[in-house]
């Protein structure tokens, strides 16, 4: 698993607990960034700072477009890890100018295949797909 992919998941890990708990993911991100050394130690990836703090940014937005295209679900119906995949991944379609929608996409979809269930990964993609084929006219 590379770096990134890492990252992601870390990312992934905190977004997921701070909607389960209803608490804020940055928050919980200073709090888990733990960089001294021994068996506590558990520095955060820079790579998810960048994330989890772009998701946190532009959660409205990001909220937003799930509502619209997510067809047929309500954010609370939506589990909340495949909610959370859909943020990481649409964060990083619209806002990541360094990385090929393919690739969010695809590591969207791997989070979804590890961590959710075998229909999740299919809707994910749907709606992962619509975003990057309009991304363009999505005001910000």
Do not use: C
């Not at 295209?69 to 990083?92: C, F, H, S």
């Not at 360094?98 to 269930?117: H, M, Q, R, V, Y």
């Amino acid at each position: 698993m590379s770096a990134r992919s890492k990252a992601r998941k870390q990312s992934l890990d905190l977004l997921y607990e701070a909607d389960i708990r209803g608490a804020s993911a940055s928050d919980l991100m200073v709090a888990r960034d733990i960089d001294e050394e021994g068996p506590d130690a558990r520095p955060i990836r820079e790579f998810t700072k960048v994330l989890v703090e772009g998701v946190v940014a532009n959660k409205r937005k990001i909220d937003e477009l799930i509502t619209t295209y997510a067809q047929g679900w309500d954010m609370d119906r939506l589990p909340a890890v495949d909610r959370n995949i859909l943020r990481l991944g649409i964060y990083e379609i619209v806002w990541s100018t360094d990385l090929d929608d393919g690739i969010a996409i695809d590591e969207a979809l791997k989070l979804a295949k590890e961590l959710s269930t075998d229909e999740s990964s299919g809707y994910i993609h749907g709606v992962l797909g619509k975003i990057s084929m309009i991304k363009e006219s999505i005001a910000l």
